[in-house]
Nanobody, 121 residues
Framework: QVQLVESGGGLVQAGGSLRLTCAAS????????MGWYRQVPGKQRELVAA???????NYADSVKGRFTASRDNAKNTVYLQMNSLKPEDTGVYYC???????????????WGQGTQVTVSS
């Protein structure tokens, strides 16, 4: 069984910072994609940041220059450093990973339970 566990969310004032952590555990054969999605009530879940196993990153336009995603492959962990937070960054942040659980298996997406980030003005 594969599990993704997020931590680091909370309440912060505009302009502040938070660091989210997501650790994957279980029967993991390989991980390529790891990333962060954000969901706001009434809106579709959106990709915020992604990191490949080689360290390449992609960011949503709304967070470029403010958020930094990184990975520690030895720990199967992905981080999201969020600086200069804005009220519009508020939402539930979900960790996602593209994982194979064994040789010859299809990769599938796994999701964490989500962590709430609230930015006050």
């Amino acid at each position: 069984q594969v599990q993704l566990v997020e931590s680091g969310g909370g309440l912060v004032q505009a302009g502040g910072s938070l660091r989210l952590t997501c650790a994957a555990s279980g029967s993991i054969f390989s991980i390529n994609f790891m990333g962060w999605y954000r969901q706001v009530p009434g809106k579709q879940r959106e990709l915020v940041a992604a990191v490949t196993s080689g360290g390449s990153t992609n960011y949503a336009d709304s967070v470029k220059g403010r958020f930094t995603a990184s990975r520690d492959n030895a720990k199967n962990t992905v981080y999201l450093q969020m600086n200069s937070l804005k009220p519009e960054d508020t939402g539930v942040y979900y960790c996602n990973a593209d994982i194979k659980t064994g040789w010859g298996t299809w990769p599938r997406g796994y999701w964490g339970q989500g962590t709430q980030v609230t930015v006050s003005s």
